[in-house]
Structure formats: C-alpha cells, structure tokens
C-alpha cells in the first residue's frame, strides 16, 4: 500500500489537491501544506481543541481527523469564517470583552461558540460553559467568553447587550 | 502637564487612563491572523525533535547515531558532546541568595541524564515528523543510576547525591526570624498548627515552548524568533553562552501563546537549537510537543509547609512559624534560580496580618525530577494557603469568626509606611478597606444563612476567604544584585511620524495581558492625541530600549511609567516647536486630541500632522537653533521601595458532595487593590485569569511521579485543568491606593488572582466539612482526598 494518496477537498471556498502522506493529519495539512496558521496544534490529542475547525459544516479535532479521510470534504477555518463575515458579531464581541488574551485558543473557541450558536439561539450561561468545555484557555478563566458569547447570541435575538 | 487627572471625575478628550479601552492587537487573534512561532516559515529552515531521558537518573556510556542518519530527510545528530565546544556551561546561582549551590549546566548533558525528559541528543531533518521518526531510532546506551526522588528523604545520608561535586542535595536555606518567636508560643493562649501540602504544577501554556533560530554566516548575526516573556535577558544569554557580541544577536517575539511565567526561564533544548543554528547556519525551528511540554517545561509550587500560629487571649496573632520543603529538581533554573520560589514563601507568610514574632524557614533541595522555577504568583498562592489555613485554624480556636478574626488582625489602612516582620517594606496597602468591600460584595450575613438553611437538608457549603499580599514592580533587589543580568529598568521611545501618527516601542512585552493596549492609552493621554492614532512595538530587541520584559507584574507598573515620561518628553519636545511656529511661548500652548491648541480655551491652532510636516519635510522654515527631536526615550526604575506590594482579599462559595467527594464552585469574589487601574478590562481579566488558574491548583492540577521518578503524565487527560463548565462566575472590585513612586501610581496585576485562590477554595472546603470535623490542607482537593477526610475511603 502506498504511504501517499492524492485528495482534493474544498478549503474556505477554494479547490485543494494535494498528495499526502497516509498519517497527515488536518491540522498538518492546513498548517504546513496550505499556510492558514489561524488554526493551532496545542496538545494533538484531541483534548485542549485549540485545532477545532470544521469539515462539512460540524466541528472537528484538526489533530485527530486523517487528512487522508477528506478527499470530497468541505473544510472551513478561522480565516474563511472570518473573510465570509459569518462570525463578525461573535469576533466583536470577544473585542468588546477581552474574550481573548494570548489568543491561542481563539479560533478554536470561537467555531465552537459559533456552533452553539447555530444550534441555541439564546443559551443560558450554563449552556455556554457546557459547550465551551472542550476548549481549553489558560488565559480568561473563561469568565469573559462566557459574557462574550451571550452577548453575541443576545443581539442576534434583538435583546440588549450588557 | 505632569499630572493624572482621576479620569472618573473628567471626561476630557484623550482620558484613556483609568478606562476600558478594547486592546488593539485583539481583532488580529479572533481572526486567527496572530503571528506565533511556529506560523513563521524561512527558507532552508529545518527542524529539530529531541531524545528525551526515560530515566530519571542514569548515566549515558554512549548514542549511537548511525541508524537515524539513515532514514531519508535526516540532517545531523547533535550529542552534548558534539555541542560541549559550542556552548559555556551555566550555574544558576545568586548571589543574595546566601550559600545557594548548583551545578554546570548545559545544552545537552555530556555523560549523565538526570530526570525524565530531559534531552540528550537533538536530530535535525527536513520535517518535524521525518525527525520524530529519527529520535526512535538514536539508540542511547544508558547505565541507569539510584534516583533521589522524594524531597523528604533527599537531604537524609544515604540518598543519592545527585551532583557529588556539590557535597549533599541542599540547594539553598534560609531562616527569616525576628521577635521573640519561642517566648511568643509559649505565652500563647491558643497555638494552632498544620501540614500543608502544595503539589506539584506545570503552567501548560496553550502555545508550547517555541523557537526558530537563523544565523547567518555572512553577517554573523543570530537571530531568534522565540515565544519568550524576556527578549533582552534571552539576547545576553544566547550572546554569552554561544560566544557572540550582543549586538550580533536580535530576539523577536511576536505573538505569545501564553506565559504566565514558563517562558522566562532559559531552557536547555532552547540553548541546543540556537547552538545548532550557529553551527549549521540555516533556520532551526524547535516546538515542543504536549508530552515533553510537561517532562521539560518548568514545574513549579512542590511544597510541604508545616506551620504554627499563636494567638492572645483577645483573639489576636502574636507569632508565626513556618518550615518549608521544596523539591527543585537536578539543577537550579537559569539564570532566574529556582531558590526563589522558597526565598518568596519565608519573605510572604503571614503577609496581610499585624503581628510581631516570626520565623521561617525554607529547605530547598535537588531531586531527579522536573526542574522548578518561578511560575504565576511565585511563592505566594503557598504563602497565602498557609497564613489563610493558619487563619481558618486560630479563628475556630479562638471561638470567632473568621471574618472578625480577619478585622482583628489585619495591618491597619493607616499604619503605612511600614515593614512586616518578615522584613517586607509596604508603602501602603488596603487590607481592612478591601475587606469592608468584598463583604458588602458577597453579602455575607446571608451566605452564612443560606449556608445553615443548607446544612439542615443535608446539603454542605463552604465560604473561604484569603486575603493576600503581591509583590509587583520588582527593582534589581529581586535578581540584579544578585548577579543576574536581568533589567529591572524599562524604556520606552515614543516618536512622532510625518503623519501625526505616533509610535510607542517599549522593552515590555506582550503575551495576552494587555501590554500593547495599556500602553497605547497612556501614551496617548501623555501626549494628547486620539489613542487611534498611536501604535505600539514590543518583543524585539533590535528596535525597542532595552529592558527587562514582562514578569513579576512589572508590565504595567514600570513599561507603563517610561511610556507615560516618554510620552510627556515628545508633548513638551511638540510644543517648543508648535511655540516657534505660532509665535507662542510654549507654556502657552497644549496637545489635545491631535491639536496644538492654545491652554485654557482651547482654541485649535495647528494639527500634529501639520507640525509633523513642517518638521520632517520643511525644516528649513524654523528657527535654525530651535531643536525639533519629535522622537523621545525615557526610562523608570522604582527606587524608594525593593517591591511595590498589592493587597487583596477573596472568597470563595462552594458545595461539597459528601458522598462523592465532589466540589462544585458556586461563585467566586475578588478584591484587589493594584494601584491606579489603566483599564478595568484588562485588569478584570487578569484577576479572573489567575483566580481559575489558582483554582486549577487547589482542585485538579499536579504532576504525579512513580517512586522510581517516572513522570506519570501521557497526556492531558493525566493533567487535569480547570475547563469552561466547572468553573464559577467571578466577581472582581477595586480599591485603589496609588504608588508614589511613578506619576502614573500602577501596581502589578497580574498575579494577585493566583496568590489567593488556593487558599480562599481550601477555607472554603474545610468550612464545608466543618460539621464533620474533617479537613483537606493538601493540595489538590480530589474527591479522593475530600472522602478520606470524611473517612468514607482509606
């Protein structure tokens, strides 16, 4: 069996082909074969996802999904969520709050909140914390995305934000 | 001029001192468009994996390179000896740190391996992964050695001496007495006494340990891109030990995935990849993965603390008394030495409270485990949990409340200047009116009914409190008098550009706090112009002065200040020019919103961006003697006081299952008085930052060895932190007692959450199982703990 396979896939809107090794995971073949840095490796265990992007339209471990596995895929990141103008509200509120520090696991924290979003249009604070738990931050204490969210998912319903 | 207004009693245009400013450098990460490490990309850049000890001592007879030369994209194998011509070894030692001992130490060892993880060869291939491959196939020759792994038992004869030139495994020990501490306890009406435990952490930056070093043979220069606190400190140590000039050696540090003190230190992985660049002459890159993350990165707070108290019959203290054990690993950490840590703890004990006898010892001692050195809070989140456990103890002996045992003895608002009998210098600090603040905070008569409503369904909860003390804006008292060429000064240049637009370069660094941002809103309230308008620079030696980066809450505190001097020096610098140009004495004249206006009524004569013009483009339209330096550098180093201390006080309300075992935090409160706040959103968070961080520590972080010194962490799932769900909402206040030792009056924020939490979660606890008479003082609580103290499991 050949250790390479050839694949194309849709990346942010845009046609990908590529041969790649059988072990390449995504979070490699973003990083190191297509250079969208926004996505970040942080423990390549599938626990601290700071890898989190999407890969037909659910979130996924960059780190624990085979790049060989997505030949057909769409794959979306940091940079074609952000480009597209989908998650803006979201981003200005992490702004607003200071939702971010070091900012490394931001772009994994904000597809998963944007997920949440989709799914629950108004979340109760417990709701967040529970679909945030996957993520790791070092930084915020989590407090501050917790606001951020809820304030992005409350002007979406038309409510005040704080 | 040169004065801050309270921004809350104005609101003039360019009052960004004391406001909520959103940082600038933000929008980049949300987008996921930062720059760290690892994203930069060089050409001819290789990659380093390195082999790693399995043992936590042995000695290595030989390493056999051959096979992994073979696999294809494989470079070179470095050995410590093929890298000893290379690199001078290092001895981390201070000297204030009286009789403190370790050992040289270099890049990779020569002949001996001395914890698990430590690295002993380095292979250089085309990929990370092509390297990983090779590091399986470098076949080590280890003849393993008796590990001295326990820190109980390392000083006892018998144990393994580590380092034999050395004599024994004492690193360092220190005694902090004064009073009468014996006469003290034994006229005691009540004496309490403990064993704490504070286990040991990692800080698990998000970002692991990054470095991509280019040297070039052509102009001899290393440059080094690197994921660092310290860009200056990192600039002399490469130059020393790789035998370079100084100036031949340029750190840049953009983006930093998190710090909280891991990246200060000097790594000796990092050392080898620099030294490979100098000897290969290309790019090498070096990220370190999760596993060796936890084996290589510092560890830090492995103490145990036995502890006394002693109180009169009125309910106060009157001694304390403190032996403190830490376990270090094989060497003490460059250049920053990891006595510190102990040294901090003797200096901290008992901190907030108004007594007069003392004494406290810390042993420090070498073991075959992870090295330890400073991390968030260094010393304190120790200190804190066993003057607040101390506290908790002599309140329920001496019959009061924990809160009023607190009013009894802690320092007086009043009472400042002074020195704590652990030698401290406090030039004034807020216990009492913190205290008055987090009560009306927590409301805390109807906390305590609910909590005994609670009780009588059979459901347990506790409230902690901690008050704390945080040493910030550390002067050469902290590391330069002991030798360490670590800046305790910062600068900060500020210039005026054709446009108006005004530049800020700062020796400060930025790793998520807000430096950038605070910078910016001061430096655009010093000079008067719209904060849009100002951007800043940081982590690059060759183009912001010299300075000692961000560490020890000095960020702030002294970056801030020599922004706020230099921003004053270029306004003054724009006015003497905007004077000649408007025929105007300069005292006449302001800078306002990016106007020359005229004092008093404000009237706009002349934009910035117009003075600019003149200035860099017609200078021949001034007076020829006028000067026009539109570029100014000022430098602030604090000198009255060694530290700048903080005070604040926390509590903590949680739940225990006293069937599982299980704590469930229900919410958290800080007070903290960090001097004048720059901006309550950047301070909020930091406070809220380190409170999670602190609690991570109480509850579920610890690296755990075997008896043989194997480090039993595989993942993060064998390293537990603190996660979104189980952490509670924190609520954050301020009481605001300025240093008198800058204009700007900034204290240090950063750590405070972290000094207190531990202690606040443990109270807590124990004020859960008071009905059991059960109590944890060994950190973290697990569930496990909890029902051993409940004896439910053995």
Same mark, same amino acid.
């Given at each position: 069996m050949s250790t390479h396979?050839?694949?194309?896939?849709?990346?942010?809107?845009?046609?990908v082909t590529r041969r790649i090794e059988a072990r390449r995971h995504l979070i490699d073949l973003l990083r190191l074969d297509l250079g969208l840095m926004g996505s970040h490796a942080g423990c390549e265990h599938g626990f601290c996802g700071a890898c989190t992007v999407r890969v037909d339209g659910a979130i996924v471990r960059g780190c624990l999904v085979l790049a060989a596995s997505l030949d057909g895929a769409q794959v979306e990141t940091i940079e074609g969520v952000s480009d597209s103008g989908e998650i803006r509200d979201l981003q200005e509120a992490f702004v607003a709050r200071n939702a971010a520090q070091c900012g490394y696991c931001t772009p994994g924290m904000l597809l998963t909140a944007a997920e949440l979003l989709k799914a629950s249009p108004a979340p109760t604070r417990e709701e967040i914390r529970e679909h945030l738990s996957g993520n790791y931050c070092r930084c915020t204490g989590y407090h501050a995305i917790v606001d951020a969210v809820a304030a992005a998912a409350a002007k979406r319903n038309g409510g005040v934000v704080r | 001029m040169n004065e801050i207004v309270d921004p809350r009693s104005v609101d003039r245009p360019n009052s960004y001192i004391g406001k909520s400013v959103p940082r600038p450098n933000v929008r980049k990460l949300v987008e996921g468009r930062g720059q760290f490490v690892d994203d930069i990309v060089l050409p001819r850049m290789v990659h380093v994996a390195f082999v790693r000890s399995p043992h936590a001592h042995a000695s290595i007879a030989g390493i056999d390179t051959a096979e992994a030369l073979q696999v294809p994209g494989v470079l070179r194998v470095f050995t410590g000896r093929d890298l000893e011509p290379h690199c001078e070894p290092w001895v981390a030692v201070l000297a204030h740190l009286k009789g403190m001992k370790s050992a040289p130490q270099r890049p990779l060892p020569v002949d001996r391996a001395t914890w698990v993880g430590e690295a002993v060869a380095a292979v250089v291939a085309e990929t990370r992964a092509i390297a990983e491959d090779a590091v399986a196939k470098v076949n080590v020759s280890y003849e393993p050695l008796p590990a001295t792994v326990d820190m109980e038992t390392a000083?006892?004869?018998?144990?393994?001496?580590?380092?034999?030139?050395?004599?024994?495994? @004492?690193?360092?020990?220190? /005694?902090?007495?004064? =009073?009468? &501490?014996?006469?003290?306890?034994?006229?005691?009406h009540k004496v309490v006494e403990a064993t704490f435990h504070t286990a040991r952490h990692t800080g698990l930056t998000l970002e692991p340990r990054s470095i991509l070093a280019d040297y070039n043979r052509g102009s001899r220069k290393l440059t080094v891109h690197h994921s660092t606190q310290a860009p200056h400190m990192m600039q002399g140590v490469f130059a020393q030990h790789l035998r370079l000039p100084e100036g031949d050696v340029r750190v840049i540090c953009s983006d930093v995935g998190g710090s909280y003190g891991i990246k200060v230190h000097v790594y000796p992985d990092e050392v080898a990849v620099a030294a490979i660049a100098k000897i290969m002459a290309r790019p090498v890159k070096f990220i370190a993965d999760r596993l060796e993350s936890f084996a290589s990165d510092i560890h830090a707070r492995d103490h145990r603390i036995r502890g006394r108290m002693a109180v009169d019959a009125e309910g106060r203290i009157t001694a304390i008394? +403190?032996?403190?054990?830490?376990? +270090?690993?094989?060497?003490?950490?460059?250049?920053?030495?990891?006595? /510190?840590?102990?040294?901090? /703890?003797?200096? @901290?004990?008992?901190?907030?409270?108004?007594?007069?006898?003392y004494r406290a010892r810390t042993t420090v001692v070498f073991q075959n485990k992870t090295p330890t050195c400073q991390y968030r809070a260094v010393g304190h989140p120790i200190a804190t949990a066993v003057t607040e456990g101390l506290v908790d103890l002599a309140a329920e002996a001496a019959g009061l409340d924990p809160v009023e045992f607190r009013r009894r003895n802690l320092m007086a608002d009043g009472s400042y200047p002074r020195t704590s009998p652990a030698g401290m210098k406090f030039e004034g600090l807020s216990h009492v009116a913190s205290l008055d603040k987090l009560l009306a905070m927590i409301d805390y008569p109807v906390l305590r009914a609910e909590q005994d409503r609670l009780r009588a369904e059979g459901i347990y909860r506790g409230l902690g409190i901690a008050a704390f003390i945080e040493l910030t804006n550390p002067s050469p008292f902290m590391y330069g008098i002991g030798g360490a060429r670590i800046s305790a000064q910062d600068g900060c240049t500020v210039r005026i550009d054709p446009d108006g637009s005004v530049v800020a370069a700062t020796g400060v660094t930025e790793q998520g706090q807000g430096t950038e =941002? &605070?910078?910016?809103? +001061?430096?655009?309230?010093?000079?008067?112009?719209?904060?849009?308008?100002?951007? /800043?620079?940081?982590?690059?030696? $060759?183009?912001?002065?010299?300075?000692?980066?961000?560490?020890?809450?000095?960020?702030?505190?002294? =970056?801030?200040?020599?922004?706020?001097?230099?921003?004053?020096?270029?306004?003054?610098?724009? $006015?003497e020019v905007a004077g000649a140009m408007l025929q105007a004495q300069p005292e006449a004249l302001d800078l306002v919103n990016g106007d020359i206006v005229e004092r008093g009524t404000g009237r706009a004569r002349m934009p910035l961006s117009e003075l600019a013009r003149i200035v860099y483009f017609r200078g021949d339209t001034l007076p020829p003697d006028l000067p026009r330096e539109l570029m100014q550098t000022r430098h602030f180093i604090t000198k009255q006081y060694p530290f700048a201390f903080t005070n604040g006080i926390q509590a903590a309300y949680l739940e225990v299952d006293i069937e599982t075992g299980l704590v469930k935090l229900l919410k958290h409160w800080c007070v903290e008085d960090c001097g004048r706040v720059i901006n309550p959103l950047l301070v909020d968070e930091q406070v809220r930052g380190g409170i999670v961080q602190g609690i991570g520590a109480a509850l579920y972080e610890e690296c755990p060895y075997a008896p043989d010194g194997q480090l039993l962490i595989g993942s993060m799932a064998d390293y537990l932190v603190p996660m979104a769900a189980e952490m509670p909402d924190i609520e954050v206040g301020h009481v605001e007692t300025p240093t008198r030792e800058s204009l700007l009056g900034a204290k240090g924020a950063g750590e405070a959450g972290t000094a207190g939490a531990p202690a606040a979660i443990m109270n807590a606890i124990n004020d859960a199982l008071r009905p059991f008479g059960a109590k944890v003082l060994a950190q973290p609580f697990t569930p496990e703990r909890i029902l051993a103290a409940l004896g439910k499991v053995p």
């Open positions: 396979l050839d694949i194309t896939l849709t990346v942010n809107g845009e046609r | 000083l006892e004869p018998g144990s393994p001496v580590i380092h034999p030139d050395l004599g024994d495994n @004492l690193c360092f020990q220190r /005694v902090n007495e004064s =009073g009468s &501490v014996d006469d003290a306890f034994a006229a005691a008394d +403190i032996d403190d054990l830490t376990g +270090i690993g094989p060497y003490s950490v460059y250049p920053r030495t990891s006595a /510190v840590e102990g040294n901090q /703890v003797v200096n @901290l004990v008992g901190g907030p409270y108004d007594f007069a006898n =941002g &605070v910078i910016r809103q +001061i430096v655009a309230e010093g000079l008067g112009v719209p904060i849009e308008q100002v951007r /800043v620079v940081t982590g690059d030696t $060759l183009t912001t002065p010299y300075g000692g980066g961000t560490w020890a809450c000095r960020g702030a505190g002294i =970056g801030g200040e020599a922004a706020l001097q230099s921003a004053i020096a270029v306004k003054a610098a724009a $006015l």
